[in-house]
Every structure is written in structure tokens, then in C-alpha cells.
């Protein structure tokens, strides 16, 4: 399997613009955000519903229903507080990958995803439902802070850099914990993205070692 490389200018950006504000962020700002819309709405929903969406969409271990759960865990939360604690990160992770281009943007989400919730569906106790985005958000980080070193690309290092020093801690909640957090998903997810992060440098790999061409 090889993730998509980020995708290529097909016309180039006017020399007045400034380089530092992405080409496509309004692009990059307005998917992350409304994945975030479609969360606070099945909270909405979840709320109304005395959490039963939680029991229904959740990853249930080992349990052939359970399986579904991988797809539709990361859009439910325990708690408005929970959806709250994810919220800020998948926003801000979200728009520094969506940078990229939808493309890379879909791939490594949903390879991120596939990961955490199997791994989740595979480790977790028994009779335990696991919901939230936590697992998504620690896959992204984790490609966000590893990529530039599988691409070699300095800019990335800096930005994996920041991201490490300002949010490195949260990976303490891959390691068992409490009883309430799925470390699992936690864990999972990491591997995920660093998994993401190697195919997406070996996909962009031929293009970065093919010599300029003038005709």
C-alpha cells in the first residue's frame, strides 16, 4: 500500500503571495471544521438519545457488530467534555495535513483509522465499548511530527518539531492508564500515522529524486 504524495500545483501561486499562508487553506480550514460540525451534531443527537448511539456506534472487542464501530467510533463522544478535548487538536492536525491536499488527506485518515479501530477491536477488555476521535487525533499528530523525517524535507522537521514540544505529552496516553481512556485507540492510532508517514515519503520519494528537466 502507498499513500498519495501531496498533490502538485497545477498553476503557480503569484509572486506577490506570501509563502507562508498555504496555497489551499481555506480548503485546509473548512474540512477539519466540518468534521468537527458533524460531531458536535451527533452529540446533539447522543444527548437526545440518553447515549445510546455510544452503545450502538461504539467498537465493541472481538464481537463480529463490533467491527462497524471502526468506522463510526471516532464521530461519537461519552461527553461534551470529551468531544471538547478532541475537538481542539482535530482542528488544528486536521488543517496542517489537509495542507497537503484532500488526497493525502483521506488517505492517511483512513489509514489511521483502520488501524486504531482494529487494534482496538483486537486488544481491548471485554465487554468494553470504545468511542471518540482520540485515536484519529494521535495518528495525525504522530505523521505530522515523524514525516519530515522519512521526507528529509526541513520544513516539516520544524513544524514536527513544535508540534512535538507543544503536544509530545499527550503521548503518554498511549501507555496504560486509566481505566476510562483507550490507550489502545491511543497507541494504534500513533503507530497509524507513523505507518502513514513512511508511505507517504515513499510515494513522494521518486518525485523528489527525479532531476529538474528544461526544455
Known sequence: M???????????????????????WQQAAVVPGALVVLM???????SFAALHLVQHA???PRQAAG???ILTAPFVHTSWSHLLANAVP???FGFLLMVNGAKQFVAVTVLVGLI????VWLTAAGNSVTVGASGVVFG????????GVFTRNL???????????????????????ANAISWQAHLFGALGGVLAAFLTAKADGPRRRSPAMAA
Open 90 to 92: 482535530l482542528l488544528i
Open 140 to 147: 495525525w499528530l504522530a505523521f505530522l511530527v515523524v514525516r
Open 116 to 119: 486504531s479501530g482494529l487494534g
Open 40 to 46: 458536535v451534531v451527533v452529540q446533539i443527537v447522543n
Open 67 to 69: 467491527l462497524l464501530g
Open 155 to 177: 520544513v516539516q522537521i520544524l513544524v514536527g518539531l513544535v508540534l512535538l514540544a507543544l503536544w509530545g505529552g499527550i503521548f503518554w496516553g498511549a501507555l496504560p492508564g
Open 58 to 60: 461504539g467498537i465493541e
Open 2 to 24: 502507498t499513500l498519495p504524495a501531496p498533490s502538485p500545483q497545477t498553476t503557480p501561486a503569484p509572486r506577490s503571495r506570501n509563502t507562508l499562508i498555504p496555497a489551499r
